[in-house]
């Protein structure tokens, strides 16, 4: 492994998945790995699982992680190809990307969409300059897109619950939320289960929140949520907004949050979230508070995730 950006960046899920199972059992069996080598985490946005989960896994493999909060720290970057820099951006990426280069060893970035324009978000063009021009491998800590650190940590959680053999039946719930959030965690989600391709995945949400269908070929799909909670195994709880109008908030239906009632249609389902969540507008307290919540769990195997992917590219670079 080259770089981590999404899905395709990995040759088998499931060897990847076993490493991090791996490291979950034994954090330090690689803790000389990345020896002498230094990890560049840059965060345009706000992070806290991200953080510190890469921060732990580098650690744990003997790698020196630094933190740079570019976003409210840093000189404000410009991503323009030959623009006039006569604006409040200070530093072009083509600048500052082979600095980063020559400081570190593998590079992590945080990007998140504008919800203005989408086709300049699906682009990913944050993201694809610094990879052009740092030079490094580079890992995506999300971006305008996809979040893959979290896809992995997710089949991850669920290989962990029900073994890798069986199909269980996994539900992609959109939910209500105040603002208007990016459609990454659920494009990132839909793309790994689809390569995965070991789960019956259903995605339900209210009318024109279908997601980008590059990202959703396995899935089936239904505006009818307690039809597809049937007989489900999980339920991803996520609010994104619409990708066909780009960025708005069209529903704000309340019966679309998760609570317990909604939870007897299912085969005792396990509840997952990325986190942070919206209590009682996205997920109800009793489920987050009960035993069918897998939130905790799902965060805490960031690590392991995120420390596979670090071992994969330390070892292959
Ligand atoms: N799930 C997730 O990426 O959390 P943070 O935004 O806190 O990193």
Redesign the pocket.
Known sequence: MKHFISVHDVTNIDVLVGKALEYKTHPLRDKLLGSGKRIGCLFLN??????LSTQIAAQNLGMEAIVFNVGAEGWTLEFEEGVIMNGSTVEHVKDAAPVLGNYFDILGIRTFPSLKNREEDYSEQYIQQFKKYAGIPLISL?SATL?PL?SLADIMTIVEMVGSKQKPKIVLTWAPHVKPLPQCVANSFAQWITAWGKAEFVITHPEGYELDEQFTACATFTDHQDEALRDADFVYVKNWSSYKDYGKILCTDSSWMLDNKKLSNTNVARVMH???VRRNIEVSDEILDGVNSIVTLQ?ANRVWAAQAVLSEILKHN
């Open positions: 706000p992070s806290m699982r991200t953080r999300e979040h979290q990325c986190l942070p965060a």
